[in-house]
């Protein structure tokens, strides 16, 4: 009777020590998935900050260089509306000389 009862608890024992290891198994796992994808998550908030920055620098950058352009403009024109003469430099191709030739029937 004292073997089978010790039987019995041994087996008992062995069951509850084997559902805690799958348990702990499972956790492993859950923790480790979670893990990497925290990891990923942060990779990308990493990544997308520094994009953000260099669109920021760029929006910056053009920004500037159209409120130059907006403000050299309304120089000129106050310049032309007070009657100052504003130069223009330009350049114009030369036309090459072609001869033409035209057929007879």
């Not at 019995?8 to 799958?22: C, P």
């Amino acid at each position: 009777m004292f073997v089978g009862l010790l039987l019995v608890s041994l087996i008992v024992a062995g069951r509850l020590a084997n559902h805690y290891r799958n348990n702990a198994i499972t956790y492993k796992y859950q923790r480790d998935t979670a893990t990497h994808n925290l990891k990923l998550a942060n990779e990308t908030i990493t990544d997308m900050t520094k994009r953000q920055r260099d669109v920021a620098a760029l929006d910056a950058k053009y920004t500037k260089e159209l409120a130059d352009a907006q403000n050299r403009n309304t120089d000129l024109q106050r310049r032309l509306a007070a009657g100052s003469r504003v130069r223009v430099e330009g350049r114009c191709t030369v036309p090459t000389t072609t001869t033409t030739t035209t057929k007879t029937a």
